[in-house]
């Protein structure tokens, strides 16, 4: 395993359409490996391939519910309605605020190639939403509703 450059926005690989995984060959297990050790390495909740470079469908996601890989991911059912911060570890330093589906029911292959379904609600449905988004080469910052902030700036106020 290795750690891997995490891409920042305006690198025009980000900007790009994934292609499908037809077979899960060893090159791309390790480059499953790779991202969950770059994600926990970065502190973050998921990370999207084309995070790292690579134009592939494949997601990992830990929210704290133990990591789950996600290749060829699509999501079939989502409802509800929340909004709160994002942020991504390809803009590092800021979040803005996000309206994401409350609940996602997904299906996607594991790092096996073996099928199956997830539910989502919260920040997991938040991170899958996010996440797939990267594969077709969009970013959150596309739907912040109050322009970015730092996350220095939190906690900043005047003592007057």
Do not use: W
Request: aromatic share 4%; glycine share 10%.
């Amino acid at each position: 395993m290795a750690l891997r450059e995490i891409r920042t926005q305006g690198d025009p690989v980000l900007e790009k359409v994934c292609k499908p995984v037809k077979t899960m060959t060893p090159r791309l297990q390790g480059l499953v490996d790779d991202m969950l050790e770059t994600m926990y390495e970065a502190n973050g909740v998921g990370l999207a391939a084309p995070q790292v470079g690579v134009l592939r469908r494949i997601v990992v996601i830990d929210v704290g519910e133990g990591p789950y890989v996600l290749v060829n991911p699509e999501i079939i059912e989502k409802d509800g309605e929340q909004t709160g911060q994002e942020g991504c570890l390809s803009v590092p330093g800021v979040y803005g605020i996000v309206t994401r589906p409350e609940h996602v029911k997904a299906k996607a292959f594991d790092k096996d190639m073996k099928p199956y379904e997830i539910e989502a609600e919260g920040l997991f449905a938040r991170a899958i939403c996010h996440e797939l988004d990267h594969l077709d080469g969009h970013m959150y910052t596309e739907l912040v509703e109050d322009g970015l902030h730092r996350y220095e700036d939190e906690g900043e106020e005047s003592e007057e």
